[in-house]
């Protein structure tokens, strides 16, 4: 999410558009403040709220990027409730891709926030269903791909059948992504494909438990952990890449799958969540039951066995990508916030 927060405030300065982006997670201060367990959230806490009322001297509008979970409660919800004292629309860009399960848990506490809220914007229909049936209607606009960082190799046609093929996987080390699924099913790959190499582009606190796995499954030697990537590098991985999996148990409209479609690599992914809006199960990828080795390995071997229908996954991925660029999903955009700005010129006019 942060990434995409940072392309569109971007992308909206190339418009015109006065952006001021207010941080959730800035840097502690005073420093040692860090250090303070069970009291540090304080110290980024109040300065985000002082931030946000400040700002409301200078802005028209709130765009709040808001996802499940306490990211809701602590940073979301305080930004409606400051936004409508002052009188400033707000919509909120909600991207949760646990979504269902918090909205069941946690609604009573969230329709306060919603209602006070403008628009609701959400990335995918697996989203846009959520609010429905908890009586909130929404707007579709969906996540933002850049295509001149994230484009196929050069060369046309993918390679044919390889005995070495490289396979990628570009979620963070935490429990929900279940990159131990995609170790597993790696593992089973290997005894097809001995010479293949797994790349984990992320990190995270699961690291140390999946490097463990790695060693237990006998694959340690073929796998490479590397850590946190920017743009630039993960753009050059997925090119290098024959195959991105996507093992995750939650989802809403992955921005890593969106990246590696436009990098021309085949996908196979959990059938979680969103994921079933974004792409399709043998069109433009490859879908599977959560938690299931077994079948993301099979997955994974009919693409490497079957050069031509990889080749058709691909060109299709490649092609589907094209309605998120910001050419086709700025209109979306633009159309909300203007609308949410009439409203509440009209409500100022009729309270004068």
Do not use: C
Request: charged share 20%; aromatic share 8%; no cysteine.
């Amino acid at each position: 999410m942060a990434n995409q927060t940072l392309q569109l405030a971007r992308l909206l300065r190339e418009e015109g558009v006065m952006v001021e982006l207010i941080q959730v997670n800035r840097p502690y201060r005073p420093h040692w403040s860090g250090r303070l367990r069970g009291v540090r959230a304080a110290f980024r806490l109040l300065p985000y709220l002082a931030h946000l009322w400040r700002s409301t001297h200078k802005v028209q509008l709130f765009h709040v990027m808001a996802n499940s979970g306490w990211s809701w409660h602590l940073f979301a919800a305080p930004a409606i409730w400051i936004a409508w004292l002052r009188g400033i629309p707000v919509i909120v860009n909600y991207r949760g891709g646990e979504a269902h399960a918090f909205f069941e848990k946690a609604f009573f506490w969230m329709k306060p926030s919603l209602r006070r809220i403008d628009a609701i914007i959400v990335p995918s229909g697996f989203l846009e269903a959520v609010f429905e049936k908890h009586g909130f209607s929404t707007s579709l606009v969906p996540n933002i791909i850049d295509l001149s960082r994230f484009s196929p190799k050069s060369g046309g046609e993918a390679p044919s059948r390889t005995n070495f093929p490289q396979i990628i996987v570009t979620r963070n080390l935490e429990a929900i992504y279940d990159n131990a699924t995609a170790l597993r099913a790696f593992g089973i790959v290997r005894h097809a494909f001995p010479a293949a190499t797994l790349i984990v582009a992320g990190s995270g606190p699961e690291r140390q438990t999946l490097e463990e796995l790695a060693a237990g499954l006998g694959i340690a030697n073929a796998v490479t952990f590397t850590g946190r990537v920017d743009n630039e590098r993960m753009a050059a991985l997925y090119r290098s890449a024959d195959i991105m999996v996507n093992p995750s148990l939650a989802d809403n409209m992955p921005i890593s799958v969106l990246e590696a479609l436009a990098s021309g690599i085949p996908v196979v992914s959990t059938d979680v969540g969103g994921v079933p809006y974004l792409v399709e199960h043998e069109k433009t990828a490859l879908l599977v039951p959560a938690r299931n080795p077994e079948a993301m390995a099979h997955a994974i071997l009919v693409l490497l066995n079957n050069p031509d229908k990889a080749t058709e996954i691909r060109k299709a991925g490649v092609e589907s990508v094209q309605r998120y660029t910001w050419s086709n999903v700025r209109m979306s955009l633009l159309s909300v916030y203007e609308q949410a700005l009439a409203n509440a010129d009209r409500s100022r006019a009729g309270v004068k």
